[in-house]
C-alpha cells in the first residue's frame, strides 16, 4: 500500500470514528469522505477532502497539491458525477458539477483565504484548479 492509501485509511478510519473530526494536517478543518467510481476501472474509491460549505453545496478542490495534473477523482466525478459523500455521522447522495468562471474563481479565492495552502497550490501549477460543486440530491436529508 502507498503511503498515500496509508494515510488516507487512516483518515477515513479517524473520521469515521470522531463523527467527521479529525486531526493532524486535518484538524480543525471541514472534511467530507467523497466515495467515487474509477473513470476507467470503475473500482470503489474513498478520498478525503476539505470543502466549502455553499448554500447547502458542498465545494471541493481537485488540486492535488498544486501537480501540473488533475487528480483521479477529479476524471471520477466527471465521468461518473453521481456520488456520494460522508459528511460527520451522514451520507449523501450527491451530483457533482465543475463550476467554470466567475463563480470558479470566487469560491476558490474563498477557500485559499481560510486556507492559504491553497493559494500555494494553484501557484505552483499552471493549470487551473477546477472547483466542483456537490449538490445533494432529492430526498437526501442536508
Same mark, same amino acid.
Given at each position: 500500500m502507498s503511503d498515500? $492509501?496509508? /494515510? $488516507?485509511a487512516r483518515t477515513i478510519a479517524e473520521f469515521r470514528a470522531h463523527h467527521g473530526q479529525v486531526g493532524g494536517n486535518f484538524a480543525g478543518a471541514p472534511l467530507?469522505?467523497?466515495h467515487t467510481v474509477? =473513470?476507467?476501472s470503475g473500482a470503489p474509491r474513498i478520498n478525503p477532502m476539505m470543502y466549502l460549505s455553499d448554500q447547502g453545496r458542498y465545494l471541493? /478542490? =481537485?488540486s492535488k497539491a498544486g501537480s501540473d495534473r488533475n487528480p483521479d477523482r477529479y476524471h471520477n466525478l466527471i465521468a461518473h458525477p453521481d456520488v456520494r459523500i460522508e459528511?460527520?455521522?451522514r451520507t449523501l447522495?450527491?451530483?457533482a458539477v465543475e463550476l467554470l468562471g466567475a463563480e470558479r474563481d470566487a469560491h476558490f479565492a474563498e477557500q =485559499?483565504?481560510?486556507?492559504p495552502g491553497f493559494a500555494g497550490y494553484q501557484r505552483a501549477t499552471e493549470r487551473v484548479i477546477p472547483v466542483i460543486a456537490l449538490t445533494p440530491?432529492?430526498?437526501?436529508p442536508s
Amino acid at each position: 500500500m502507498s503511503d498515500t $492509501n496509508d /494515510f $488516507n485509511a487512516r483518515t477515513i478510519a479517524e473520521f469515521r470514528a470522531h463523527h467527521g473530526q479529525v486531526g493532524g494536517n486535518f484538524a480543525g478543518a471541514p472534511l467530507l469522505l467523497l466515495h467515487t467510481v474509477g =473513470a476507467r476501472s470503475g473500482a470503489p474509491r474513498i478520498n478525503p477532502m476539505m470543502y466549502l460549505s455553499d448554500q447547502g453545496r458542498y465545494l471541493v /478542490f =481537485a488540486s492535488k497539491a498544486g501537480s501540473d495534473r488533475n487528480p483521479d477523482r477529479y476524471h471520477n466525478l466527471i465521468a461518473h458525477p453521481d456520488v456520494r459523500i460522508e459528511v460527520g455521522d451522514r451520507t449523501l447522495a450527491v451530483r457533482a458539477v465543475e463550476l467554470l468562471g466567475a463563480e470558479r474563481d470566487a469560491h476558490f479565492a474563498e477557500q =485559499a483565504r481560510r486556507y492559504p495552502g491553497f493559494a500555494g497550490y494553484q501557484r505552483a501549477t499552471e493549470r487551473v484548479i477546477p472547483v466542483i460543486a456537490l449538490t445533494p440530491l432529492e430526498g437526501t436529508p442536508s
